[in-house]
């Protein structure tokens, strides 16, 4: 009775990610285990292999290490290794995320790189005879207000405007985190962020913040979503003071 191999049938069409020199391997079976719950990847029970999808296939891949770029599990990228023996490098949230049967691959496309002349309807509409300026001014699309971030920490004014929690993928929990309003960034030149986040940390605890209080404190801001509205994260909020 033969294989069934069609896992592999399409590997011409993965696009791998080899690291980028000597990795680091599990130690034994318990480090295995720990490193895999760590990532979110599997609870009591090790599991050895994974699936790799593609726009419509799908491979069996197994991990065989990690690479380190920091102190937490947060900047590991773990190694797969395919059937045919090839390596790649993912990280480890989108792998569990692979693994969903709802999840479907999409593809970024760069639409600097389409001609206008390429761009066609499959049901054109018919040309408008008529038009008001009322209805060409719906049609406009709303100019997106880029912010510069300051890169280096900086000193912050802001609202408690919840709390709540976000889902960690890496240890398979609810992360407490607080929910700011009328973030601005001090300085000789003001600059307005709206809303941000930040986990509730041991220090944010010891400040005993509320709902509604205004506080200045010191710390770093990064281009990191939230959700459709809250689209900075703060890290690591220090010396943080209740504003009069």
Known sequence: MANNLSHIEKSELTKYIPPKGEFTKFLSDEDYLEKGQLWGLFNKNPKHEFLFKGQDYQRIVKIVGYETYGVTAEYHTIIIEFEDGNLSSIHPAYLKEMQSPNFKKVYIVDEN???????????????????????????????????????????????VKEFSTKYNHFNDSEEEIV??????????????????????????????????????????????????????????????????
């Not at 060409?136 to 880029?146: F, G, I, L, Q, Y």
């Not at 003001?190 to 010191?218: H, R």
Request: charged share 30%; proline share 4%.
């Open 113 to 159: 790189a389409i001609k206008p002349t390429e761009i066609k309807s499959e049901n054109p509409k018919p040309k408008e005879t008529k038009s008001t300026t009322t209805t060409k001014a719906s049609k406009e699309k709303k100019e997106t207000v880029t912010i510069v971030l300051p890169t280096e920490k900086s000193h912050f004014n802001g609202t």
């Open 179 to 244: 929910i700011w309003e009328n973030v601005i960034v001090k300085g000789d030149t003001e600059l307005t962020i709206g809303e941000a986040w930040c986990s509730l940390s041991k220090s944010l605890k010891a400040a005993e913040l509320e709902v509604g209080n205004s506080y200045q404190f010191d710390g770093k801001i990064v281009d990191k979503k939230l959700n459709k509205e809250v689209k900075y994260k703060l890290n690591n909020p220090s010396k943080v003071a209740k504003l009069s």
